[in-house]
């Protein structure tokens, strides 16, 4: 049994009070409990979509109900969740001003922490760091005494985070022409036999000396080596990181001056340095393919990006689209995470876009669970073992060929993904049922990710 790079993740170790999108409503409302001929009112419905995190859900209920049927306390928090999940700030910052201002006696201990947490996220989107750790520090303090010490310690390594920024200007982006073009090349990576890749950026500098950079839509921060953070001269920050994947990986937070990818310049960037390695010998070999890695957090800066695998280059309009109409496909995962709607031989689901993902993908137990008796009779059963941050795991999977997948606009085969059985690795079970990998990815000519309406495209 080898090591394969089939999955490596960089999650953002945000969420330090249980899990921050999982709203317990029914302090508000008890569901489900009388429904034999009942119809349930808006609010009901509202907090059916909270709780199940189904944030394309909750938009579309916020559009069409009734707005007097809607109570106060969730019209404010929907418009709270749909700005923070769908990315629209200007939606979620007003909305959460006005939660805490009128509704802060309906937010239990949890719901307030949480509630700050993405407040905070918010504004530090919008460049506004100073204001988030104002508002995220108010918090700390007026429920400090309820909460444990490794909560408090979670909530003021995010504090420290936004104090450090608040000195800087971050993601300043100059273009040199009216779209900015991003070269790149598909690399192996792993051993030769698995045919894993991964997208490493050419033409790229960090203050001035040349990078060689991983392009992972599926990290929630940018990361960076402790020794290549010195060889590049990161401004050492105030502020620790936290980085989960198979483990738990703290670090330190640094600033680049200037990140140069292809014909732009992005100013003051920062990077979670971290040490990647697992402490696993064979998975060592193949892990300096991370050394660098940027990821969502500089996908949302740039607002509009299409990854171009027919010309192996990544695209970006200089003006950013505005907002239309258009129904979004994507949202953010409680791991900030992108995920996108899609199909899998007839499956709905969501799917987390990952380009660090070096293999076809990754199904779950969920969708073991649904297609049991033909993955059974039909698939190969295997053993695989994927490196993250922390270590190694090990996962019992089946081997599906030919897969039938549907993303964005398009429909075509995949040739093969294992699902998993077990939640996810490491037993976690997140909101998305498929890690979608680079090689599906790059069956499509081009992927568009509009981070402004949060919609996915594909092109064949």
């Known amino acids: 049994m080898t090591f394969e790079i089939y999955r490596l993740e960089w999650i953002l170790y945000r969420h330090t009070f249980g899990n921050t999108t999982k709203l317990i409503l029914t302090l508000w409302i008890c569901l489900g409990s009388f429904s034999f001929g009942y119809s349930q009112s808006s609010d009901e419905k509202i907090a059916d979509a909270m709780n199940n995190s189904d944030w394309f859900t909750l938009d579309s209920l916020y559009q069409t109900e009734p707005r007097d049927s809607i109570s106060d306390f969730f019209e404010i928090f929907s418009r709270c969740l749909i700005g923070n999940r769908l990315n629209r700030p200007d939606v979620s910052i007003p909305a959460f001003t006005e939660l805490f201002n009128t509704q802060s006696e309906n937010l239990d201990f949890g719901n307030m922490l949480n509630s700050s947490m993405m407040f905070a996220m918010d504004l530090s989107r919008i460049g506004d760091n100073k204001t988030a750790a104002k508002i995220l520090s108010s918090t700390l303090d007026s429920i400090r005494t309820h909460l444990d010490s490794t909560t408090i310690a979670g909530v003021q390594q995010f504090i420290n985070q936004y104090k450090a920024l608040s000195k800087y200007n971050p993601y300043k982006i100059t273009f040199k022409n009216s779209a900015g073009t991003i070269p790149f090349n598909i690399v192996p990576v792993g051993p030769e036999k698995n045919n894993s890749v991964l997208i490493h950026l ?37 502020a620790s990181s936290t980085v989960g994947g198979v483990g738990i990986q703290n670090g330190k937070y640094a600033i680049a001056k200037e990140l140069k990818i292809g014909d732009m310049i992005v100013t003051d960037v ?41 010309n192996n280059k990544i695209t970006v309009p200089s003006v950013a689209p505005k907002r239309s109409q258009a129904s979004p496909n994507m949202c953010f995962s409680s791991n900030m995470n992108l995920l996108s709607k899609g199909i899998v031989q007839g499956n709905k689901m969501l799917m987390n ?108």
């Open 353 to 460: 876009i990952d380009t660090g993902d070096a293999s076809y993908g990754s199904l779950d137990k969920r969708f073991f669970e649904n297609n049991k008796e033909y993955i059974t009779t039909h698939c190969k059963l295997d053993t695989i073992r994927g490196a993250g941050i922390g270590g190694v795991h090990i996962s019992e999977c089946y081997r599906i060929q030919n897969i039938k997948l549907e993303l964005g606009n398009s429909k075509l085969s995949v040739p093969e993904m294992v699902v998993l059985l077990e939640k996810n690795t490491g037993g976690i079970l997140y909101s998305y049922q498929c890690n979608l990998g680079l090689k599906s990815l790059m069956l499509f000519d081009k992927v568009r990710f509009n981070l402004v309406d949060f919609v996915l495209t594909t092109f064949e």
């Open 202 to 238: 050419k033409d790229s500098y960090i203050n001035g000396v040349e990078a060689d950079i991983t392009f992972d839509t599926g990290a929630g921060v940018n990361i960076i080596s402790d020794s290549l953070a010195l060889k590049y001269n990161l401004i050492p920050l105030e």
């Open 270 to 310: 920062p990077f979670y340095v971290i040490d990647i390695t697992t402490n696993n010998e064979e998975a060592d070999k193949y892990i300096d393919c991370f050394n660098i890695v940027v990821g969502s957090e500089l996908m949302l800066q740039l607002k509009d990006l299409t990854i171009d695998f027919a």
